[in-house]
């Protein structure tokens, strides 16, 4: 019946198949519930009937209404052990094994799909996970290097002969000899005046004495 369906399709078929079943079995009964209402009701008016004819002494309808009452009785049995019938067929599984094999089939390749889906995903998680790993040792690398790259080696190579290059470098602190010789390399004399600059002590004003009944005199700190 199912061919070759996914296993979503073959379950959704499964389960069409058999609610249609279960509805043409309800149907039934409902239809012959409504026959068995009728014929019990044919077969009470024709028992008013008889017993009418048995009043009257009417032996002809009298076998006559007895016929059909005979034959409604049967007519009803015949309805009713039917309806019981569909009755019992609505309790029971209703379906075909060779369906479920077949769903089973489908679940099984599905299953093994899935696994090698997950075996798939799991070596490629691993994987990253390795470049993740040597990502961050090259990183970790380039983060030496750069460090290492920062550094002012050949500033720090002349400190031996900074007095040589430029004897006012005494004048700076000794955190600042670095960098001046860095300028110095570079040929940035505009920057090694402005470090001079900044460490220069200012001249201090001159100072004016007076003294008593005499002219005043400039004396120079």
Known sequence: MFGKMGLTELVEAFQKK???RRSKIKNRIAGL???????????????????DCELAGDDAGQAKCQKQIRELQL???RVQGLAQAYRAE????G???KDLE?????????????FRKFEELRAER?????QIKQLESKLEQLDREIDAAKTKKEARALMAIATFIDPRIEKL?????EQFLDYWIAGQDEAMEQALARYAKPEEPERRITYLNQPEKIVHA
């Open 18 to 20: 058999n609610s249609e």
């Open 33 to 51: 519930e409504a026959e068995a209402a009728q014929v019990t009701a044919k077969i009470e008016a024709t028992t008013k009937q008889l017993v």
């Open 75 to 77: 007519e009803l049995d």
């Open 90 to 93: 609505l309790q029971k599984v």
């Open 95 to 97: 379906y075909d094994k």
């Open 102 to 114: 077949a769903i089973r089939t489908a679940a099984q390749r599905e299953r093994e799909t899935r």
């Open 126 to 130: 691993e994987n990253v996970r390795q």
């Open 173 to 177: 602190p000794s955190y600042e000899h």
